[in-house]
């Protein structure tokens, strides 16, 4: 035996087929039948042996289906000398079974039947599996020439030619009791289109019986239009062989013998005779398509009108719900259910309608409407539902009385659309009531700092005469000091007016996108959509809830209006939560947060921002929408997010649209605030000696700095870039002892200077200098980047005080 695994597979594989053969054959434990006998009593009398056997090998023993000179059926196989024959597909002869090793101690060699000698001829099918034996047998040892052989190999194969003509009429009697039993007609004609086969359903089925047509030609069921197509069909079919029509669904008109003409549904077949591939005949079965038709018309055409109305009612934001004539809900569209607080309309089928309303409102439909509804099949009302946790919801109802005695609801909650229009219109208010404010403020703020920069150079010109005791002016420079001590207060009054105290609150920042975007939703193109990809987890953030709404209203409305409202077009808002680490864009205007801060990422298909127009984006008065903008929209987003100490990123390309990320802080603001120094001591000697870097986009601000500086003592380095201050710190940095910077200047702001200064030297101390002392003393990104805050118009004694401020403050942060 093979120890190989493989082959010992292939072994048992071919078993099973064996055996799979022998079963389609249905010949196991059949009665005996003549012809099987007949060949069992020739080989017997042939061979002048008292046994012969048509023997069949199943999976546990041997089944004889004919037998002669033996009374039982069947053994065991592992006795079975044929289990052995059928390995080969040559005749197998044993001569003497005492002598052969294999069945010497064989039961059937030491008992009954005493066998001596033994030849078994394959019974092999046509697929090649070997099936069983017809077999020889004596009780006496004897040969078998070749002769012979060959004699009981050709019987054997008369077994098997039996065995498949007795399977091919088992297999007519089944399709003749198919046919004949069939509900579809069955039509058989010859190579000529001349009927041979014509079942009962097709008697029914075209009104002739079958002695009638058999023998006739086929056009008795073809219209008269479409024979000649038919017969060019069939010629073409004789000459090839082939048809497009064989193996295929069709459907085709044909004729009643009344002249009728119906539609049926055709399936072709055709066979050949031998070899030849020219078809000697068809077979074709038909079905009456006629029923089929109307019912898909039907269907189709009260599926359509059904599915039009059921569409409509589900997307209606009207509640739409029909009752039987008891009054049980065995119907209800989605809003509907969602009216009376419910998310699955099932919940309600074959509750009774009266349970979703209060006592007062059932008596007064029942009293009222039902009798009108009754009257006039319809009524129209208000009344007051419950919704499923109890609470009451003003409703505007419309009644339709069915034929069948119940009711067609539909229902409108009234109180919704107050509350929203009312809603709608407060957020309207307070928006147009905050976008003035950050209108005045940006105003003010803008003058403000132009104006204190001018006031900075006459006061700091002023005080430079008054410091030089032999100068003639003294006089007109005190006076000149005094004017600009007037305007100073002056601009901080005007600073005031724009100026609203935030209401820091705790927000979902996930809701206040949802309801930014319900506002501007109805804005919208038709072409037009706003797709949000919001956290499962809330993101909180403690901030002013208008100021925050301001920043993501004038985000998503620049959105909005950077695409055509005649082509598609998306507007993407997106939030995620980042921790310290994380990958992000560098923001354009203010500051990463240093701790866990919301991501809020705005994305348009519109038109894009120009590469040489991005660095103004965020300047007051510049807008990108002509004399549709005010110019105030980023602005107001810039001047809310640095005061939150967050910071703006910008991508955008023209024709391609454009991201705008807001980094938001999670932490809750700082309370504290950097003091503004006015008349704090100081030390006259705390700049004597030391070098001292002035940066500000003003040149007559820094040209007053840097005399006042060196008037006290100091080595001034004046700048009107922030590079240029950057530089001069990598070139040297322990030679500067103080950085002294405005916030507000192209390119880069002071907090921005102040981070990449402390790159290059950390204990760098920084002084803002600005014209709006106030407002930047709130801002967190001046709380992390400034050691001290000065105001401008700038006073020697100011300068000084804030210089030994932010000289002892980076002291105290670098001991911690």
């Known amino acids: 035996m093979s120890s190989d695994p493989d082959s010992s597979d292939r072994q048992n594989e071919g078993e099973l087929a064996r055996l799979a053969a022998l079963a389609a054959l249905d010949v196991l434990d059949t009665p005996a039948e ?72 064989n039961p059937l060699v030491l008992g009954e039947p005493h066998m001596r000698f033994y030849a078994g001829a394959p019974l092999v099918l046509a697929s090649g599996r070997r099936i069983g034996t017809l077999c020889i047998i004596d009780r006496r040892r004897r040969g078998l020439d070749l002769r012979e052989r060959r004699a009981l190999k050709l019987m054997a194969q008369q077994v098997v030619d039996l065995l498949e003509l007795r399977r091919l009429r088992h297999s007519q009697q089944i399709s003749q009791i198919i046919s004949e039993t069939a509900s579809d007609a069955f039509v058989c004609t010859d190579s000529d289109s001349r009927v041979i086969y014509w079942n009962r359903a097709a008697e029914r089925m075209f009104g002739w019986t079958a002695s009638e047509v058999l023998g006739s030609s086929l056009d008795i069921i073809i219209p008269d239009r479409h024979r000649r197509a038919h017969h060019g069909g069939m010629s073409h079919v004789r000459a090839t062989g082939q048809s497009r029509l064989v193996g295929r669904m069709v459907e085709v008109p044909a004729l009643r013998r009344d002249g009728s003409e119906f539609p049926i549904e055709l399936s072709l077949g055709m066979w050949n005779a031998g070899d030849d591939v020219h078809p000697t005949g068809f077979a074709a079965i038909i079905r009456d398509a006629s029923q089929r038709k109307l019912l898909e018309a039907d269907r189709d055409t009260t599926r359509e009108r059904l599915a039009e109305q059921v569409a409509a009612i589900e997307v209606s934001n009207d509640g ?364 006259n000697n705390i700049l004597k000696g030391r070098a001292v870097l002035v940066v500000d986009d003003n040149p007559a601000v820094v040209d007053v700095l840097t005399e006042l500086l060196e008037g006290a003592g100091a080595e001034v380095g004046p700048c009107l870039e922030a590079r240029d201050a950057l530089a001069a710190i990598d070139e040297d940095p322990d030679a500067w002892a103080l950085l002294i910077t405005d916030f507000d200047m192209p390119g880069t702001n002071g907090a921005e200077l102040a981070s990449q200064a402390r790159r290059l030297k950390s204990d760098l101390p920084v002084l803002l200098c600005t014209a709006l002392p106030e407002q930047y003393g709130r801002q967190n990104s001046a709380l992390h980047s400034f050691d001290a805050i000065i105001g401008k118009p700038v006073s020697l004694d100011s300068l000084l005080a804030g210089a030994e401020a932010a000289i002892e403050a980076c002291a105290a942060r670098k001991a911690r």
């Open 320 to 683: 739409v719900a029909i009752t039987d004539t008891v009054g049980q809900f065995i119907f209800m569209n989605r809003s509907h259910a969602e009216m009376f607080g419910y998310a699955d309309a099932a919940e309600l089928i074959g509750m009774h309608w009266s349970n979703l309303y209060t006592p007062e409102a059932r008596e007064r439909l029942e009293a009222e409407a039902f009798p009108i509804l009754n009257a006039e099949g319809r009524w129209r009302g208000e009344s007051i539902g419950v919704r499923r946790d109890g609470s009451a919801i003003r409703q505007e109802i419309s009644l339709s009385l069915r034929s069948d005695g119940g009711l067609v609801c539909v229902t409108r909650d009234v109180g919704e659309r107050h509350r929203s229009d009312r809603e709608m219109a407060r957020l309207r208010e307070q928006l147009l009531v905050s976008q003035r404010q950050e209108i005045v403020g940006q105003i003010a703020s803008g003058i403000a700092h132009d104006f204190n920069n001018l006031i900075a150079a006459i006061s700091g010109s002023a005080a430079l005469i008054v410091a030089d005791p032999a100068n003639g002016a003294r006089r007109q420079a005190e006076r000149i000091e005094k004017a600009a001590a007037n305007a100073a207060s002056l601009v901080a009054k005007m600073l005031s007016l724009g100026q609203r105290t935030p209401d820091n609150r705790e927000i979902d920042l996930a809701a206040k996108i949802r309801n930014v975007v319900e506002l501007l939703r109805a804005s919208l193109a038709p072409q037009h959509s706003i797709v949000l990809r919001l956290p499962e987890e809330p993101i909180t953030l403690i901030a002013d809830s208008t100021e925050v709404m301001q920043v993501l209203l004038n985000l998503l409305i620049n959105a909005r209006d950077a695409m055509d409202p005649d082509q598609p077009g998306r507007i993407t808002v997106g939030l995620e939560r980042l921790l310290p680490g994380d990958p992000a864009a560098r923001p354009v205007i203010g500051l990463r947060p240093v701790g866990p801060a919301a991501l809020v990422r705005v994305e348009d298909t519109g038109s894009g921002i120009a590469e040489q127009a991005l660095a103004g984006i965020f300047e007051p008065f510049r807008s990108g929408k002509g004399r549709n903008g005010s110019g105030l929209g980023l602005a107001v987003v810039k001047s809310i997010v640095e005061a939150a100490g967050g910071g703006v990123a910008v991508d955008s390309q023209p024709d391609n649209g454009s991201r705008f990320d807001i980094f938001w802080p999670l932490d809750p603001p700082e309370q504290s605030r950097l003091p503004t120094m006015r008349s704090i001591p100081f030390s």
């Open 34 to 105: 003549r012809e099987f006998d007949i060949i069992a009593e020739l080989a017997a009398d042939r061979f002048n042996t008292p046994i012969a056997l048509v023997s069949l090998i199943a999976a546990d023993r041997q089944w004889f289906k004919a037998r002669v000179g033996l009374d039982i059926s069947e053994t065991a196989r592992d006795v079975s000398f044929c289990a052995h024959a059928i390995e080969g597909d040559d005749v197998m002869v044993v001569p003497d079974a005492t002598k052969d090793p294999r069945f010497a101690d």
